[in-house]
């Protein structure tokens, strides 16, 4: 039998509890051994769970006793999550989380911390909620030459943009409709702006590449500033406009983005809807392969968090440890990534942007213009987009193209 | 540095080669060590390859060769592929395969004899080609109660249906189109009958349920029956033809059938187009999670081949190495299989249908009466069918909805 400590009793942490107490059966098959739930540490007392007694207040007790040989840590946020991760690697016991924010900025010394202490430091919930994708890419997918890791990142954003496509819905509807169904914070800027896919993109870039790199060193836009038009006119031309993160490796360099791309209607991850994530990893000679699923809640982020203890529990670090150095080393400058683009002009005629944009493929030329560059550097577009505003243009919209 | 032995030096062979090769530094990294081909075996000689001076002719040198630990079968077939995985395995030499038709009909016999010689016998390969499934269904999705795994198993009858769907083209332009791209065999059957579907079904069953049924056990269609105007009616109600693998787990036993399905557009299996395979898991507390890329063609079969090597040199069996028992215990009759049903007659009257039917939604009443049934057994569809074409009535297409 191993004895396990859940660091924070909430929506994730009681999705564990659940999980080991349903599915023992399959759980114990898997992992070869009985789990027990030893400790469940949280502020707050559940008199009502069948869970009471397990519950502890202090991470010391957890820390200290020797037969806890694993600890999960699904509280969130970076403190004391950090300080308690550390602490129990220290101890030699093994951690896995589901918390994105500790990985994308501390990885890199937990998982040495992990190699030093024998012990193993695990995170697939944090990237894609239930899906499967760390693990692949770490195990199955390592013998390839990575081209690209893109990814739907986050299920709120995806939901929004799926609203707007399908209903014809502002940004700013859809938003209210996915705060009315819980699938939006009241405070949304974590998703609405690409905070959390810039987390998770900082992660897949990690483990492409060996390098965490610093999350605010990564280009990161939202999706506040996508309109109606801009959605009808992805329609009109077969796309869709979906928020990705995207990990591109080339002989130069690497190139990391979070922002709204159009993405062809005929590209998987364009039919990935609603608060739907998939991750696309492109490589020679796997090709590409999509990993689709359920990105957020109780259910499929503990089927993460219990496979990667099963894990532990039958291979322990005979599994292909990452190791990662936080660095911005090889990443290459925003300017030189290279799109084409579609973008949208107000008070502009189409023979001025000719002069400035070289030839493109005209959308709409009724009201506002819009159309598609061919491929230019992020440095030559925007120089060309002030040339025109300068002029006179006002520039309604821009969305990089996949 | 581990030595290993190919055997077949044809296309997936000659990937598996090449992978090794051109990926030497990732692959020696992740797997812990480097690999030599020692032998590869192949009734040919290949006097041009760069492993010209690695083929031998006689599958006894490698047997008897004690420093070979692993043996790659990548020929086909199930003679001598049978005999040389058996006496592989009894030598204590792991195995690895793409060969679906051995996995389909010995899987259990081979997973014993590597447990007992404390070998590994691992065929991610040999369902969905390059597409990490196999490993992660037994690693990291074994902790959920499944409900149902279900694919889109054979790239060449994907590659028809879209085929059929994106130009109207009827089954056989499509074949036609698919043999002149290489994508189908001149003789198509074990494609276009479901026969190559049925035996990667069996294996993800086996995966689900520990029982290895017998091929011809399970409901096998395949899509050569599936007309233009299906397709039309298909689309006029917001749904696509796919040919799928069913396994789906009830409390009553297991329900396996290979055939077409009309699956709707917002599914997404519904978007897996082309040559691609992929896999959709459903469980508890998971969801659903799906696994797509390229079911064939040599590099990402060779991408799956080595991960399993790059696995067993890491883990070996401390895995988690399915166990399973051929058996069609448990496993339903057909004729209970319930699903609404898509059917076109002829020579019958809307109010004939509705007797023997039921409330129905019509599709189209010029010319034929195309219409969705509501929830039928097969037993019960069959028996009106009969009635209504022993009164005059001619099917013209039967197609069961997901």
Redesign the interface.
Known sequence: MINVAILGFGVVGG?VA??LTN?SD??S????DEINIKYLLDLRDFPDSPFADRVVHDFDIILSDPEVSCVIEVMGGSHPAYEYTVAALKAGKSVITSNKEVVAAFGDEFLSLAAEHGACYRF?AAVGG???VI??MI???????LREVRGILNGTTNYILTKMFSYGASFEESLKDAQDRGYAERNPDADVLGTDACRKITILTALATGKLLPTDSIHTEGITAIRKEDVIFAEKIGMKIKLLGRCILTDNGIQAVVAPFMIHN?S?LS???GV?NAVEVIG???????????GA????T???V??DL??IM???R???EPCWTKTDDGLLDFACFEARNYVALDGVTLSEVNAALGEIQLICDEGELAFITGVLSESEISEAIEKLTTAGATIKSRIRLV
Chains 1, 2 share one sequence.
Do not use: H, K, W
């Not at 195990?139 to 030459?145: K, L, M, P, V, W």
């Not at 020679?284 to 359920?294: A, S, T």
């Not at 809640?297 to 499929?300: D, M, V």
């Open positions: 999705g659940d999980l599915n399959c759980v098959r898997l992992g070869g697939e239930g899906i499967p693990s692949p195990s199955f997918i390592g013998q390839n030459r005929d998987p039919t990935v809807s739907y020679d000679p796997i090709g590409n392969v999509m990993f689709y699923g359920q809640g109780a259910g499929a503990a089927s993460a219990v496979g099963m894990q039958r291979s322990g005979s599994y292909a």
